[in-house]
């Protein structure tokens, strides 16, 4: 592991500097320019046959929906998430419509991929965000009532961070990626 912040090959700031709080600042609020701006990210993404399957929940504290979510937060992650300015439940939508195939093998990788959109343009506001999936799946599930073919798959916190971006985080070495999926 290595154990440094510093940019090696020109690597954007925005990436170098992403981190995920514990603590988020419970008066810092995400407006609905912000929100907005977070959600038009991720419809950016790019996605399998542009099926765009993916789809998102938004609560903010004060919201109706906010505390049909935050009830379903472990422990573990309502310790933190329940202070962040939004909170966005995650869904995607395997079923493949109109055609024969029953199941995307690609549906989640797309979501990931809307997520890491909407995580940079967060950093690109001054916001910080946590990915996160712990939470009651089959509560939350029932709560939200998603339609068919639709998935709840993780949450996101996103807000103003209570804590200073770690001076130094471990990070997989380059090599380590390229070589640890295959046998020597």
């Keep these: 592991m290595q154990r440094d912040l510093e940019l090696s090959g020109g690597l954007h700031p925005l990436l170098a500097g992403r981190f995920s709080p514990y603590r988020f600042d419970p008066s810092g609020t995400v407006d609905d320019h912000a929100l907005n701006l977070l959600l038009e990210a991720a419809r950016w993404a790019p996605s399998a046959g542009n099926s765009q399957p993916w789809g998102f929940f938004a ?20 310790r933190w998430a329940k202070d962040a300015g939004l909170l966005v439940v995650t869904l995607t939508r395997r079923h493949v419509g109109d055609t024969e ?8 990788y797309d979501l990931g991929q809307a997520i890491a959109h909407m995580t940079l343009q967060a ?10 999936r712990a939470f009651d799946m089959d509560g939350l599930t029932e709560e939200l ?5 639709w998935s709840i798959v993780s949450m996101v916190a996103l807000g103003k961070a209570a804590e200073e971006r770690p ?18």
């Design 59 to 78: 609560s903010r504290p004060g919201e109706p929906g906010h505390e049909r979510v935050v009830r379903h937060l472990a422990p573990s992650s309502a």
């Design 123 to 132: 950093e690109a506001l001054g916001l910080a965000s946590h990915q996160f």
């Design 167 to 184: 001076e130094t985080r471990d990070r997989r070495s380059v090599a380590d990626l390229l070589s640890a999926p295959w046998s020597q």
């Design 101 to 108: 195939l029953l199941y995307s093998e690609f549906a989640d």
């Design 145 to 149: 009532g998603p339609n068919p073919g």
